[in-house]
């Protein structure tokens, strides 16, 4: 109906992409005038407020009651542990389901696919319980500890992950390895030297998806972690407005911006290799 060479097909083009554009950053721009917002109260505010107030970011780093620093290093460390530590095995267990021909290959990539397809809440009760007499004999490794969140996150990011980095390292041409190896690397040494850095593009992807991911996560940190100087940032932000008479939305909203920015800093230090790694790697299955 609308050529893309005539001037109303244009002029839809541009409103199309304006509105899609409008709706992704209206809810940002409302709850950062949430945040701004002398009231503690989403009732009766005003997208542009009459009074602006920075109170409530002050009171986050200032108020005891609420370690809101801590909650957001907790959920970086937390994350960026997880990613890196995921990256690192996924891209082992990729590489070799992607060279080596072994018996039980083809079973081992089908038992990932379909572990994967049942999501974690299943066993949510099995994961507690796992933690719980983990840490009877290995007690940083138990409930409340970030090293046992850490652990339950490497499982159930390894499925899909692992799935998708063989995709793109089958796209590599064998004949680099090949050529190393006649010059007397390894299989390791290859792989570590030839074959990593050309897979730049979908380790970033696997660390932004993980990172992502994890970071705002609520469930899983909610039930295993149960000290207030344990909990990640998303499981702090409910401390914010848990109780019909103690909810307080300015505040609230000043954290979710605040804490918004490390997901920033990665997808925009990483987002140039996004587009590379997630289309290369669905070359080739």
Known sequence: MYSR????GKIF?????????????????????????PGNTLFGLRFIPQVVTWNHYLDLFTNPLHPFGLWLWNSIKVSGTASLVTVFLTA????????????????GLLALLLIQMFPQMLAMVAIYL???????????????THAGLIMVYLGGAMGFNT????????????DLEESAMVDGATHFQAFLRIILPLARPILAVIFI?????????????????????QFTFAVGLRLFIQGQYATRWGIFAAACMLGAI???VVFLSLQRFLISGLT???VKG
């Open 262 to 264: 490390p997901i920033m």
């Open 130 to 144: 796992l933690l719980l007499s983990i840490g009877r004999y290995i007690p940083w490794l138990g409930l409340n």
């Open 13 to 37: 083009r541009h409103l199309l992409v304006w509105a899609m554009i409008a709706f992704t950053i209206f809810p940002v721009i409302w709850i950062f005038s949430a945040s701004i917002n």
């Open 92 to 107: 082992l267990g990729a590489y070799a389901l992607s060279r080596f021909r072994f018996r039980g290959r083809r079973t």
């Open 5 to 8: 060479h005539t001037l109303l």
């Open 280 to 282: 290369r790697g669905g």
């Open 163 to 174: 799935w998708l980095m063989k995709s793109y390292f089958d796209t590599i041409p064998h």
């Open 209 to 229: 998806l993980t990172f992502i991911g994890t970071y705002s996560d609520f469930l899983l940190p909610s039930i295993l972690l149960t000290g207030t100087r």
